[in-house]
């Protein structure tokens, strides 16, 4: 069978995600050092594409194609929480998704390029370095190519996955589920920050840090907020067309039974990845001298919200419950859940043939993507956002955005993104 295999330098590929885990939240250096390493293990690539930079490193590779479809447009950023993460052996690795799903891309396109491959429609690799923290990167690389009229068949990234630990019961026995992202979560970080007070100050004036802990406190009497958008309502649908009949009819109207699910599922992940959106404190900071109270402090926070639930009505809790304890509510920036893509159409055939050809007996479904992606950038560019990584996930790399690296996942993931290359 090895005349049917993708051509793989899987040495290279494992090297380079082991190179790449220095590299966590953004920095000018770290960027650079990144784009130093791509170039120098992918050359072929580089050489055969126009590459800008964009805002705090992000990269851009432009391939002319034949003009006989619309373009391709891969991307994904690369910072990642996760420094060095631990390794089962020296021929399997542990990596972030997004960082297998960047490699395994560069390998297919590579491997293509040495036997002569011209996409068929212009070719678009957009790699942002802060997607983490605020994808200023990713943002201007979609207004650019919003300004050049770009109208692409398809804009992927990573975030879907294939697994067999998620509605198991809902399945046929040994089928994994394969979600498709064609949604995201909106997203906002701020800061709760309390006036500050002289050190002298008398006992009776109110203290920064106490006004911080009760304005959290407020907050985290209702910390997540759960409900059943569209997307997770079609998930759930698509689902249980596959299930057997009574798993299916608790499933198949999920606007009837949602609030029995809610109580099924409090306590499992899939609630908190597809239904649940949530305030996270982040952070706290505080200003003054050691054993004696502070004389300024800040809380920094993140907020995740379902489509379906703007962001407004998350500011306007916060800045309620900032007002009660005195202190000011500051927002870094924010960005509202993206508008879902269609389910239907040349590309998304196109992307559910490449997932049934690799995952055998495959249950392909939309979702709300449980993770930040640089998805929710390119909305805006024809509606054809899919998010989806050719990596077979366990329920708990599943929930750390990690994906087992080996030669047989690289394999499969090479086949994919040739299959999506040659769209």
């Known amino acids: 069978m090895s005349e049917f295999l993708a051509p793989l330098d899987d040495r290279r590929a494992k090297d380079t995600l082991r190179a790449l885990e220095f590299y966590t939240a953004y920095t000018p250096e770290g960027a650079a050092r990144v784009a130093a ?77 040495l036997n002569g491959y011209r996409p068929g429609g212009d070719l678009y690799l957009a790699f942002s370095m802060d997607g983490l923290s605020g994808g200023a990167g990713a943002r201007a ?64 004036t109110p203290r920064p840090l106490n006004a911080l802990l009760r304005s959290g406190g407020l907050i985290s009497r209702r910390p997540s907020h759960t409900s059943l958008c569209r997307t997770s309502g079609q998930m759930l649908a698509a689902i249980a067309r596959h299930a057997p009949l009574f798993p299916r009819m608790l499933i198949g109207h999920p606007r009837l039974t949602f609030p029995l699910l809610r109580v099924l599922w409090r306590k499992r992940a899939i609630m908190a990845q597809f239904f649940t959106g949530e305030w996270t404190a982040t952070g706290i900071r505080v200003q003054g001298e050691p054993y004696r109270s502070p004389v300024a402090a800040e809380l920094s926070f993140a907020v995740q919200t379902m489509p379906g639930r703007r962001l407004q009505w998350w500011k306007r809790r916060l800045r309620t419950a900032a007002a009660r304890a005195g202190a000011t509510l500051e927002i870094a920036f924010e960005h509202e859940a993206s508008a879902p893509s269609q389910t239907r159409g040349e590309a998304w055939i196109a992307l559910v043939t490449a997932v049934e050809i690799l995952f055998e007996r495959a249950v392909i479904v939309p979702c709300v993507c449980p993770g930040i992606t640089d998805g929710r950038f390119y909305s805006g560019l024809k509606g054809k956002v899919y998010r989806f990584s050719p990596f077979l996930l366990g329920g708990e790399e599943a929930l750390r955005g990690e994906c087992t690296v080996d030669s047989d996942a690289l394999q499969t993931a090479v086949q994919f993104f040739r299959q999506m290359l040659s769209v």
């Not at 990234?157 to 589920?177: K, Q």
């Open 37 to 113: 390493l791509l170039r120098e293990r992918y050359p072929t690539v580089f050489a055969r594409s126009e590459q800008k930079t964009f805002s705090n490193g992000a990269l851009l590779l432009e391939m002319p194609g034949a003009n006989i479809t619309d373009p391709l447009v891969f991307v994904s950023h690369l910072d990642s929480l996760h420094g060095r993460l631990a390794h089962a052996t020296p021929d399997t690795l542990q990596a972030p998704l997004q960082r297998a799903h960047v490699v395994a891309l560069l390998e297919a396109l590579d491997a293509l390029l």
């Open 141 to 204: 690389i979609a207004e650019y190519l919003a300004k050049r009229k770009i109208s692409p068949c398809f804009v992927l990234d990573h975030g879907g996955y294939a697994t067999h630990a998620a509605f198991c019961r809902y399945l046929p026995p040994g089928a994994p589920l394969a979600l498709i992202g064609v949604t995201e979560k909106g997203w906002l970080e701020g800061r709760l920050i309390a006036p500050a007070v002289p050190s002298e100050g008398s006992r009776a």
